[in-house]
Structures are given as structure tokens and as C-alpha cells.
């Protein structure tokens, strides 16, 4: 029995799953540098930047339901939704960065050409999946979500993180 249990509750390095020894660093198999800029980003930088993005179009939806007269709340919840999307979508297709993501200091790259925006085809694919929330919970061994597979993207640093001087 101990046998049995020692290959999973003795963590990953038991159970012969050392990503840090066959991949080297996540990104790797990308082609993608292990720190700095266009490294991959973190989770948490990931999801502060996409709760940014959610409060942005909740914002903005507030606004298109001030200029309505006695909103339903089907209209309240289409007219956030909406603007998050639309927010998501043009921003990311045009310049690689959300609201969220600038403040952050993190960009969607496409990887087949590492240097221009996405566009909006990958912007599109990507935000409809992110909007569904599932696949953005579904990560690869370099943390990318199903929504960036799809979309042939990953999120990378813009800038080299700075340590925390005290």
C-alpha cells in the first residue's frame, strides 16, 4: 500500500514528472526565453490582468445602462459581457494588450509572427474562449490556456520583472 500511495502523494518528482529537468524553464519548447521580456507570464500576473479586464467592462457597461431607460437585467448582464468583449477584442487585435494587460506589463503574441499584433481572427477566438471561462482553466505544461492554443497565442512579458526592493 505504501508503495502505491508513495507515487502521488509524495509530489510530482516521485511520480517521475520533473518538468524542470526535461523542459528546462516554461517556454521553452516555444522558443521563448526563461526570464525578461517575452518570457511566458505568470498565472497570477494572467488572472490580475484579465480581473482588471472584467471590472473595465463591467464599467463600461454601467455606462451603457445609465443611457437606458430601466435596464432589464438580461440588458445589464449583455451590455458588461459586451463590453468586456469588445473591449478584449480590438484592444488585443490591435495592439496585443488589453487594459488589464498594459497596466501589468503583459501582451498576447502570436507565435507565428512574434513581432506584429495578433489580429483580430486570434483576438476573436481567443476572447470568445476566454468568455467561457473553461478553457482558460485548461493549461498546457507551459501554462498556456486551451483559449491561447486555439488562437495560436501566448501571453509574455513586456518588460523584465523587477525585483522587489523593499
Known sequence: MARWTGTWLSGRGSAAVDTASRDGWRGRRLGLPPEGADAL???GSRLAAFVLDV??????????????????????SIASNGAFALEVVLLTALTGQSIGMRVLGIRVMRLADRDAA???LPAAIRTA??????????????????HDKAAGTAV???RAARPYAG
Open 41 to 43: 507570464a505568470t498565472t
Open 55 to 76: 471590472l473595465a467592462g463591467a464599467l463600461l457597461g454601467a455606462l451603457v445602462n445609465v443611457l437606458l431607460a430601466d435596464p432589464s437585467p438580461g440588458q445589464r
Open 118 to 120: 495578433p489580429g483580430f
Open 129 to 146: 474562449l476566454l468568455m467561457l471561462l473553461l478553457p482558460a482553466l485548461i493549461f498546457d505544461r507551459d501554462g498556456r490556456g486551451l
Open 156 to 158: 509574455v512579458r513586456t
